[in-house]
C-alpha cells in the first residue's frame, strides 16, 4: 500500500481491504478519502476504453470495496469512480444501494454451503466462452 496527499485529501493505493463481518477480502486500487466530509471514495482502474454499458461486475466490485472500507475505515461512501485509462474517461458510481451485492454473497454462499450447482441462464450467448459449460449443460 503507497499513499500519497493533495488538496482534496488523501489518497491510497494498492489496499488490502478485509471485513471480519461479512468474510470478504480484496484489494483496492485506490481510495480517495476526504476526511472533512467523512466519506471515501474507492476507484477502479480499468485498462481498457469505456463499455457502452458498464458491467454488472465492476459496479460489484465498487460495491464490495465501498462495504469494506465503511467498516474498515468508519467512512461513509456514497459513491465510487471507475477510470478507463484507454479513453481517458472517468465514471461516477452511485453505491446508495449496497444491500444488492451482499444478497448475492449470500447466494454465492449458499452454493459454496449447499455444494449444488444452480441452474443455468436463460440467456445461452452468455456461456459461449464459458468454461464451465460442459458442467452446466451437460
Ligand atoms: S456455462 Fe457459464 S455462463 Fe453459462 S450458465 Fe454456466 S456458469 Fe453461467
Known amino acids: 500500500m503507497t499513499s500519497s496527499g493533495n ?14 463481518k461479512h468474510g ?8 480517495l478519502f476526504d476526511r472533512e466530509k467523512g466519506e471515501a471514495y474507492p476507484v477502479q482502474h480499468k485498462y481498457s476504453f469505456r463499455p457502452k454499458i458498464l458491467y454488472h461486475t465492476y459496479i460489484s466490485q465498487l460495491m464490495m470495496e465501498a462495504i469494506i472500507i465503511e467498516e474498515q475505515f468508519n467512512l461513509s461512501v456514497p ?20 444491500q444488492k451485492v451482499l444478497y448475492v454473497v449470500g447466494q454465492i454462499r ?3 454451503g449447499g455444494e449444488k450447482f444452480p441452474p443455468p441462464t436463460e440467456w445461452k ?12 449443460w451437460g
Not at 470478504?24 to 481510495?31: G, M, P, S
Not at 459513491?79 to 449496497?98: A, P, Y
Open 110 to 112: 449458499g452454493i459454496i
Open 24 to 31: 470478504l477480502i480484496t484489494k483496492a486500487d485506490c481510495i
Open 79 to 98: 459513491h465510487g469512480f471507475i477510470v478507463f485509462e484507454r479513453s481517458k474517461e472517468t465514471v461516477t458510481v452511485d453505491l446508495g444501494d449496497k
Open 7 to 20: 488538496p482534496g485529501g488523501t489518497r491510497l493505493y494498492d489496499v488490502t481491504l478485509e471485513s471480519k
Open 125 to 136: 450467448k452468455r456461456c459461449v466462452d464459458c468454461c464451465y459449460n460442459k458442467l452446466c
